[in-house]
């Protein structure tokens, strides 16, 4: 008799339910999602939670642990966290070969109802649980954690289902006599995923778009962000997913990466991080190559230095609040945070202006009260390497606003302005990752020759933006700029991607380019066979050219 669990359980034709994306709660005083949050912060915070390392969905406890504390408060300790071991690592690549066995087997329309009864949790009785973990453990604000840690996760929960839905119905023409098909199989092995701190979402999708495809994936969260990683775990868990289908991880980043991109049966690493650690990684992978079942698929994130090119015709006021909320909104932490800005010399005194008095009334402290603007930096190594910027600034360039900075209870870093002496400075080439914003003013009649120096100012093209109203500007900077940026936008902040509507990523030093949110990525997660069905096979070895006139 046949397994059960390979049987299909349905004859029609399933469709994914059409997705739309999360709408964004307002948080707004009096709002039910505010007291419930408010209450669940509190909650939260008076606890101190013991995360294990999850291997084929057991829970486990080790001699080595770390503390997980709140950066806007970093003597308060939100949880203790174990540090996974060698053996640990090498029994989740076990446990994910062994799942695999089964997984890769479902029908897809089960391994989707998996994610989809997670966004529905999320949406419901999980969210104010993730969002405070979010803004607890990695300080973003009611706002930021709800676009983050809630709508994008569910979007990325409901829309991939549906993006691979569509790869999949993508088959070939059969002419008259034959069937045929594409099937698309998960790799062969484990998915190796990486996620960073900054964004709740980047942790809950790395791990389950392979998955979706049918990989079994090893996960290994930030260590700065394995509180809102643990829980996005237990939202899995509850909507159904099987043991060891994503095993969770947390601890030292080079002895994991040692055990795992030297393993034969590594299939894929799904990144997020620094463009230094992902040139390691491929320089890695590249010298195993004789090692591996396979070629590994690589997919990384990265870096970015990322622009707002200001044209003389464009809205000033416009141009001030995105450059504020571009710069400023989490830190700067953004993959996508403006860090550069251009700005037309005739219009700079009054954007300087305009921006000076938003930033001076910007409120800098604990994300538990929600009338501050920012909360702090993510750890101490952060706040030095910004600091360090900071100073350098105060040395050699002109501090317009900010400048300060205070790691005594909390990594606290003022949102700053700086104009820079030259287009070539330091502050505005290297990627800061903090709340730094460096400006150049350039002479009106230089636009074009502006544009060109914007494209190859740095290694990265992650996002940028171009404010005009005069379209021939739009049209130029769209064309100088076609490499610089990945996400272009026109007359918007270079942040705030949203899935289904601009799939994210960038190349050069930002990455491969693989679009997080689009059917782009989850293409690189399968493995496709082709399959060629004849009905009515030639039983005759000779053609019709071999017969004589």
């Known amino acids: 008799m046949a397994d059960p669990r390979l049987l299909s359980h349905t004859n029609g034709r399933l469709r994914i339910p059409t997705p739309v994306n999360e709408p964004v709660k307002s948080y707004a005083p009096g709002s039910p999602e505010k007291k419930e949050l408010k209450a669940r912060l509190e909650a939260m915070a008076a606890e101190r939670i013991e995360i294990p390392v999850v291997v084929g969905g057991k829970r486990l406890t080790t001699d080595k642990q770390a503390k997980a504390v709140m950066p806007h408060a970093h003597g308060h300790v939100l949880a203790d966290w174990h540090k996974a071991r060698k053996e640990d690592v090498a029994a989740a690549v076990d446990a994910a070969r062994e799942a695999q066995r089964d997984w890769a087997n479902w029908p897809f329309e089960d391994r989707a109802a998996v994610f989809l009864k997670a966004a529905e949790l999320l949406a419901g009785p999980w969210r104010s649980t993730l969002n405070a973990a979010t803004m607890l453990g990695q300080s973003k604000t009611a706002f930021q954690a709800e676009i983050d840690s809630a709508c994008e996760v569910i979007d990325f929960w409901r829309y991939n289902p549906h993006f691979a839905q569509e790869l999949l119905a993508d088959q070939p023409m059969s002419p008259l006599g034959m069937w045929n098909q594409t099937d698309l199989r998960p790799l062969e092995g484990f998915v190796y995923a990486i996620t960073p701190f900054n964004f709740t979402a980047i942790g809950a999708n790395l791990p389950t778009a392979p998955a979706l495809m049918g990989n079994t994936v090893v996960w290994k969260p930030a260590s700065t962000a394995v509180v809102s990683a643990w829980y996005t775990l237990r939202i899995l868990e509850e909507a159904g997913l099987p043991p060891g289908v994503i095993n969770f991880v947390p601890g030292d980043s080079g002895a994991i990466s040692d055990i795992l ?60 609040v995105a450059a504020v909320r571009g710069a400023f909104e989490y830190q700067g932490q953004k993959c996508s945070a403006a860090s550069r800005l251009y700005a037309p010399k005739s219009m700079w005194p009054d954007l300087r202006d305009r921006m000076v008095a938003m930033m001076k009334d910007i409120k800098v402290g604990d994300v538990r009260d929600f009338r501050n603007f920012m909360g702090a930096v993510i750890d101490g190594k952060a706040f030095d390497s910004i600091a360090e910027y900071v100073d350098h600034a105060k040395q050699n360039a002109r501090v317009i606003q900010g400048g300060g900075y205070n790691k005594e209870t909390g990594f606290f870093i003022e949102p700053t302005l700086v104009e820079a002496p030259a287009a070539d400075y330091k502050l505005l080439c290297e990627e800061i990752f903090g709340p ?80 997080a949110g689009s059917k782009l990525n ?11 069905e004849t009905f009515a096979p030639p039983t005759d070895y000779r053609y019709p050219f071999l017969s004589e006139e």
Request: proline share 3%; net charge positive.
């Open 261 to 320: 991109l030297n393993h034969r049966d590594l299939a894929g690493v799904h990144f997020t991080g620094s463009t230094g650690v992902f040139n390691m990684m491929w320089r890695t992978i590249g010298a195993n190559m004789d090692r591996y079942r396979s070629y590994p698929r690589i997919v990384g994130e990265t870096g970015g230095k990322d622009f707002i090119m200001v044209h003389p015709s464009a809205d000033v006021q416009a141009v001030a």
């Open 436 to 515: 730094v914003l460096t400006v150049w003013v350039y002479d009106d009649a230089q636009f074009e020759e502006t544009l060109a120096v914007v494209d190859r100012t740095s290694p990265y093209a992650l996002t940028g933006s171009i404010f005009a109203r005069d379209r021939q500007a739009v049209r130029l900077a769209s064309l100088y700029l076609r490499n610089a940026a990945g996400n272009f936008y026109v007359n918007d902040k270079p942040t705030g991607a949203v899935v289904g509507q601009q799939p994210f990523g960038g190349a050069r030093g930002s990455g491969t380019n693989d679009k």
């Open 522 to 532: 989850l293409l690189r997660w399968v493995n496709a066979r082709t399959i060629k």
